[in-house]
């Protein structure tokens, strides 16, 4: 049976003098970093030079070039695309990991593939909301949290389930529930979710739209109905 975890089961004086640094202010990144901010928590950001940095200069975060945010960290979120994960990490990251550090994820696929190979002296973790950023924070704000995927893949420092927990209570996750499970686990439901069901959901949706229109239904009124109603996400 799957382990899921909630609020009770974190713990932030775990995280107590540690330095947390987000790696990439998109899309999780600010999320993540101004729930964890806000959970009282020490974060530092590592950007380059983009509009990202600018916001989070505007957010009153302290940002650093990639390779001496990590430097300055405890703990490291990975929270840059996939596809240039494996380069950055190597250029900026690896050298400058502490050892016993902690490594977090937000995506199972380059750990889970094995297309990046941490070094063996950290703890590698996921932490993987199953939301976009706007709505991690957003669910945080109104105190409701928001479902997420968790795993361990490395454990050098004896306490890789407590800094794991304690961090999923920062952003905010266990006031809903986070479901434990395997990198490889997440990569896979989350590309079957991308290129299998979601695919094959707007294709179904879009047959339906002119199936009806065809019938000679207004257009107006069908897209009301299947889609811009929202009726099927409260059901």
Sequence with gaps: MVDIFHEE????????NKIISIIGYGNQGRAQALNL?????????GNIEDKYKKIALNDNFSVYPINEATEKSDIVFLLIPDEIMNEIFEK???????????????????????LLEPPKNVDVLLI?????????????LKNEGFFSFIAIEQDASGQAQDILLALSKGIGTLKKGAIKLTFKQEAELDLFNEQGFGPAF???????????????????????EMYMSNEMSYT
């Design 37 to 45: 901010k806000d959970s009282g928590l020490s974060v530092i950001v």
């Design 128 to 140: 993987a909301p199953r939301m976009i950023g706007v709505g991690v924070r957003e669910n945080f």
């Design 92 to 114: 900026e990251i690896r050298p400058n990991l502490k050892s016993k550090s902690t490594l977090v994820f937000a995506s199972g696929y380059n750990i889970g593939f094995n």
């Design 9 to 16: 089961d974190g713990d932030l004086s775990f995280l107590k």
């Design 202 to 224: 707007g294709r179904v949706l879009l047959s339906s739209i002119y199936t009806l229109i065809d019938a000679g239904y207004p257009p107006e009124a069908v897209l009301i």
